[in-house]
């Protein structure tokens, strides 16, 4: 499976984007789906999952509260919506999968070793 992420750019302390991975080559179906953001520097750091079973969703303490994971029915698209954001939040964001089938049904996996998958990436920068 390729993923594909948009939805990226420059906006003020406060804004909200909508992150937007596509799937092409596959789906989602029967696979966890998470997003990863790397700041300039700085090693890539876990921000959101949503395990196989979609019942189970998972946030780095820096972003709970503030952004939102989802996917759509279709199970060929997944989102991150973003608000309240800080210029903390400036960084380069990574949608993620797992293997199909993996790993348990209802847990959301934090651990970049558990997605072999991964987007090129889009870049979220946020002014103060």
């Known amino acids: 499976v390729q993923l594909q992420a948009s939805g990226g750019g420059l906006v003020q302390a406060g804004d909200s984007l909508k992150l937007t991975c596509a799937a092409s080559?596959?789906?989602?179906?029967?696979?966890?789906v998470g997003w990863f953001r790397q700041a300039p520097g700085q090693e890539r750091d876990f921000v959101a999952a949503?395990?196989?079973?979609?019942?189970?969703?998972a946030y780095s303490a820096s972003v709970k509260g503030r952004f939102t994971i989802s996917r759509d029915n279709e199970k060929t698209t997944k989102y991150l919506q973003m608000n309240m954001l800080r210029p903390e939040d400036t960084a380069v964001y990574y949608c993620?999968?797992?293997?199909?089938?993996?790993?348990?049904?209802?847990?959301?996996?934090?651990?970049?070793?558990?997605?072999?998958?991964w987007g090129q990436g889009t870049q979220v920068t946020v002014s103060s």
């Open positions: 949503i395990s196989r079973s979609g019942r189970k969703l």
């Open positions: 993620v999968t797992t293997s199909v089938g993996s790993p348990r049904w209802d847990y959301a996996p934090s651990s970049a070793g558990d997605y072999p998958y």
């Open positions: 080559g596959g789906t989602f179906t029967d696979r966890a």
